[in-house]
């Protein structure tokens, strides 16, 4: 650690000494988004107008770099601080009258940009198009995009700043700390200690590192590198994140089909096929042994088409489609899913002790990375990353925003045909596919802890062996009714383990005179999954009968149990007996706000708000049957209790007869 050095540098510094910056291959896009921008801006600007000497922008990790030995092409890899680093360079371009020497500099090879990314030319081209002001929207640049307009609409705001001379204090008075480190650092070690220190290397990046590094052919660990940067951003769908960055034809890969058990799937869908395309499009090299090192500084890469005439024509997309999982939690049920399939090759049953975001390098490690894995078992795992990956975007629920409304729904794929052009593109339809199938992974989304989502794991699996939407939909409710509402017991992984082993697993089903007779000191305890489930089971069964009920229903987060005829009512007529008070028939889940509203108000009241602000409208089909009532006594909420009994069980008894029919036919 001796041969660190470490210097205080102003911009003016970067300028007059020729300091270029790269972004390299295990750095993560840039991510700064309106609120971190305007705290920094607020903070220089506050900074010049107290005169202060120098404002301290952080430290900054680099390794300096020289290409083919040239000294005069020297540059920095950024390990850390490409966030803050490229916010100052955006922050220069829209100064760029007073900042213009930072953007750019001339070299004797021409003009060079004081930032690249190496694994991402295209963000280079947006810079270039950038600096010369010329149209620069990019889809692989667009929250560098984002930013700039953040940072124009800033200053557009603050007319009367005297931007000469906070271009002066920027370049002069705004400090950071450069560090730099030897060419020969292990960066195994490095990264852990970055990584300790909570920096903004994430633990996966780490893990890609590990993993391409095992790849030694040039080509093939650029390919697979691809794959899994398609594959972490969660954010979107896995077809749009590949064509964005490579030159794949992914309409044809989508049209083409491979052979899959008794029937054919999509090329797009099978990680080889789509690995044999991005072969073709890396550039040759030698194939030779490499260290960690030699792959974090890869600085070739597929460049994309510049008009790919489906990004803007496809722009009808709600605008954030968001994932229900983190990359590291679909990266640990990928693995669960690996172990299973070794098990057979290995003779043990293994399988990781839990999922955790933040212990993802550990369990890595532990369970699979200490076995040594060789390069065959490694382009395994890859390959089953974007197999997992596909199969979840194209079956999974995403939060889609509809109208600024974010709700659950899974959206399918089509080809759109652009006559005008002759072109064809992917794009992912607006109308929800398989409602009945969404809205039970919403139900077992909600019901579950958030961070985990066990049964994700059996499902994944499933849908990489199946093809069939309707039994999809069957294995889920058979998956969900063994798993939840059965009398098996230990942890949640233990027991989605057996399903991993045995996809049709089953247990012995619990009746619902019992999860829904479950007698508590206080209805409040009651477990939330039941009324989640039986929020479903009301659906089909509402469904079935063509009730409008159903039109506008969805499955919402609500974590507050409300009694519908209070504990402690405002009026004495109002109360009922203690022993059915606390009864799932008097209990409903609600939202906290909707119970802070009812209180203690008596049925009568609570009846007349529900009709008048919320009948119709989804927010519980329980409370729809108990508002539907004239009078809620103790006689009522029997019959109610033991309804809701009787529907619990007949769907229960349902999904059984179908399973054992369907598990028969096969």
């Given at each position: 650690m001796s041969e660190f050095q470490s210097k205080l540098i102003t911009l003016n510094d970067v300028i007059d000494q020729q300091f270029f910056f790269n972004i390299p291959i295990y750095q993560r896009l840039y991510v700064w988004g309106k609120e971190q921008i305007h705290t920094l801006l607020d903070d220089i600007v506050a900074a010049w107008l107290e005169e202060k000497n120098e404002f301290y922008l952080g430290g900054t990790l680099v390794i300096e770099r020289a290409v083919n030995g040239s000294e005069d092409m020297r540059y920095f890899d950024l390990i850390d601080g490409q966030q803050r680093f490229t916010t100052l360079w955006l922050i220069s371009v829209v100064l760029k009258e007073h900042l213009a020497a930072y953007i750019q500099a001339d070299t004797k090879q021409g003009k060079r940009l004081r930032i690249s990314f190496s694994i991402r030319p295209q963000v280079t081209k947006f810079f270039e198009k950038v600096c010369e002001g010329l149209p620069a929207s990019l889809p692989e640049a667009m929250q560098l995009d984002d930013a700039l307009q953040e940072i124009r609409f800033y200053f557009n705001g603050k007319e009367a700043l005297d931007k000469r001379a906070l271009s002066e204090f920027i370049l002069t008075k705004v400090q950071l700390i450069l560090t730099t480190v030897p060419d020969h650092t292990d960066l195994n070690k490095l990264f852990e200690v970055i990584n300790n220190r909570g920096v903004q290397l994430q633990h996966h990046e780490i893990l890609k590192a590990k993993l391409l590094e095992k790849i030694e052919n040039h080509d093939e660990r650029e390919a697979y590198a691809l794959l899994w940067d398609a594959c972490a951003n969660m954010n979107g769908y896995v077809e749009r994140h590949l064509k964005a960055t490579t030159k794949l034809d992914t309409v044809s890969l989508y049209e083409k089909k491979v052979n899959f058990k008794n029937g054919e799937r999509e090329q797009l869908a099978d990680a080889k096929a789509v690995l044999d395309e991005l072969r073709k499009t890396t550039k040759a090299s030698d194939d030779q042994s490499i260290k960690l090192e030699d792959i974090l500084n890869q600085t070739e890469i597929v460049a994309t088409s510049e008009n790919d005439p489906g990004e803007d024509i496809d722009s009808g997309l709600p605008v954030r489609i968001t994932s229900i999982i983190t990359f590291p939690m679909l990266l640990q049920h990928v693995l669960r899913i690996y172990l299973q399939q070794k098990k057979t090759v290995k003779q043990h049953t293994s399988d990781i002790e839990k999922i955790s975001d933040k212990d993802l390098l550990f369990i890595f490690k532990k369970f699979w990375l200490d076995e040594k894995p060789n390069e065959i078992d490694t382009k395994q795992f890859l390959e089953l990353l974007w197999d997992v990956r596909y199969q979840f975007d194209k079956h999974v629920i995403k939060w889609v925003s509809v109208e600024e409304e974010k709700q659950h729904a899974i959206r399918r794929i089509r080809i759109n045909y652009n006559n005008k052009q002759e072109t064809a593109y992917l794009q992912r339809e607006t109308k929800d596919a398989l409602p009945d199938f969404a809205l039970l992974q919403s139900m077992l989304y909600h019901s579950q802890q958030m961070t985990t989502q066990y049964w994700l794991t059996p499902l994944l699996m499933f849908l990489l062996e199946n093809q069939s939407d309707h039994k999809n939909l069957l294995y889920l409710q058979h998956l969900d009714n063994h798993l939840l509402c059965s009398r098996v017991e230990g942890s949640l992984i233990i027991r989605t383990h057996r399903f991993l082993q045995n996809l049709w697993h089953k247990e012995t089903l619990i009746d619902a005179k019992e999860s829904l007779g479950q007698k508590y000191e206080n209805g409040t305890q009651y477990p939330h999954y039941?009324?989640?489930?039986?929020?479903?089971?009301?659906?089909?069964?509402?469904?079935?009968?063509?009730?409008?009920?159903?039109?506008?229903?969805?499955?919402?987060?609500?974590?507050?149990?409300?009694?519908?005829?209070?504990?402690?009512?405002?009026?004495?007529?109002?109360?009922?007996?203690?022993?059915?008070?606390?009864?799932?028939?008097?209990?409903?889940?609600?939202?906290?706000?909707?119970?802070?509203?009812?209180?203690?108000?008596?049925?009568?009241i609570k009846k007349v708000e529900f009709e008048h602000r919320y009948k119709g409208k989804g927010v519980s089909l329980k409370l729809e049957d108990i508002f539907a009532k004239t009078q809620w006594k103790k006689d009522e909420i029997r019959v109610h209790q033991q309804q809701m009994i009787d529907d619990f069980n007949e769907y229960m008894k349902s999904v059984s007869r179908q399973t054992e029919k369907n598990t028969v036919n096969e």
């Open positions: 039941w009324f989640y489930k039986l929020e479903y089971v009301l659906y089909l069964k509402l469904k079935r009968n063509n009730s409008s009920l159903v039109d506008n229903f969805k499955i919402t987060s609500k974590n507050s149990v409300e009694h519908v005829t209070p504990q402690n009512p405002e009026q004495k007529q109002d109360e009922i007996p203690s022993e059915i008070l606390h009864n799932f028939g008097n209990l409903a889940l609600v939202t906290k706000s909707i119970n802070s509203e009812m209180s203690n108000k008596g049925f009568s």
